[in-house]
């Protein structure tokens, strides 16, 4: 699944809105597009946990295609829990989590078993360090000389 700037924006709003509670929701399909479907969070602790309310649920499977889980944490974690992972692999549902203190969303794809983190800042740090490993393969006796993006 594609996490599209609109879905980026829509989960963003949702979490500030319910903050400092965690927000909850679901990406559903239809008509050859994703919509955010927002979700109460029924959680006993929704400042800790998030727990999808089931009728809201029920909605959002009557509406189309249930593709991905979403939910926020507004403190300083950006990293899913093993409960997350674990409910993601087992619904075989993609995972999104949206840190606002950070500004950052993360993905969890139950396919790849992988956790990526979206923020640019991470993604110049690799293309760096992939150029610089090409850089030395094919020209081992340079000297390297690249820019530090901080």
């Known amino acids: 699944m594609k996490l599209t700037e609109d879905i980026k924006k829509s989960i ?15 990406i559903v399909s239809r008509d050859d597009s994703n919509q955010v479907f927002n979700c109460r969070n029924v959680s006993d602790e929704p400042t800790k946990h998030f727990s999808i309310c089931t009728l809201d649920y029920v909605r959002a499977s009557d509406s189309g295609d249930i593709k991905a889980v979403y939910h926020s944490h507004p403190s300083t ?7 997350d992972m674990l409910n993601s692999k087992g619904h075989d549902l993609f995972y999104i989590l949206y840190n606002i203190e950070k500004d950052i969303f993360s993905t969890f794809d139950p396919k ?30 340079e000297k390297l000389i690249m820019p530090v993006y901080t």
């Open 12 to 26: 963003k709003m949702h979490s500030l809105k319910e903050a400092p509670k965690e927000c909850c929701g679901l």
């Open 77 to 83: 974690s950006e990293k899913f829990s093993s409960y």
């Open 112 to 141: 790849k078993e992988k956790t990526f983190i979206h923020d640019k800042r991470l993604m110049i740090f690799h293309w760096q360090r992939n150029m610089t490993y090409y850089f030395l393969k094919w020209f081992p006796e």
